[in-house]
């Protein structure tokens, strides 16, 4: 059996609905069950084709990660420092994709915007994933402005400077 290969793009307006059904499948499986209920459900609704849309046409780059024709990780970045959105799909998880869709969102905000500090708000289930792509917790737990349980976390690159000959 051949493996297939991950192919990593940026989204368009069209993908919103594609991006709203994998995101809403991950954050029912692994963070409403660490939030409040209310929150949970207000959560959701932010991750409908008409808001993810929205928030491409204000300017978050959405990368998408494929393999074949299935849409199996998103990762979106506001102002190309703060990773907003970041779920590989369950069954795709442990082979490597969130990697190589980090790296990838991260080259892109470095190249574009010259980035070297990177931040997010994880939620609990998120936390060790994080912390293996580099990311250090700034502090504890809290509710972030929209009551999302999170731990907000930070990011430092550094520029590695060819040898001059």
């Known amino acids: 059996m051949s493996r297939e290969v991950l192919r990593i793009r940026l989204a368009q307006p069209d993908d919103a609905c594609a991006i ?19 929150i949970g459900r207000e959560l959701l609704s932010r991750l409908t084709a008409k808001v993810l849309r929205q928030k491409m046409m204000e300017g978050q780059r959405f990368h998408l990660a494929y393999l074949g024709d299935v849409l199996v990780g998103v990762a979106a970045m506001r102002d190309d420092r703060h990773l907003v959105h970041f779920y590989v799909g369950t069954r795709y998880q ?19 915007a ?3 500090r990177f931040t997010l708000n994880a939620t609990r289930c998120a936390v060790p994933i994080y912390l293996r792509l580099g990311f250090r917790a700034d502090g504890a737990e809290r509710a972030s402005p929209m009551g999302v349980l999170t731990t907000p976390m930070t990011l430092r690159v550094t520029v590695q400077r060819a040898k001059q000959a």
Do not use: C, E, M, Y
Not at 26 to 37: F, I, K, S
Not at 94 to 112: E, F, K
């Open 20 to 38: 709203g059904v994998l995101s809403r499948r991950v954050v029912r499986r692994w963070v409403v069950p660490d939030q409040p209920r209310k």
């Open 94 to 112: 442990g082979q490597g994709i969130s990697r190589r869709l980090w790296q990838r969102t991260l080259q892109d905000a470095v190249r574009r």
């Open 114 to 116: 010259g980035t070297r």
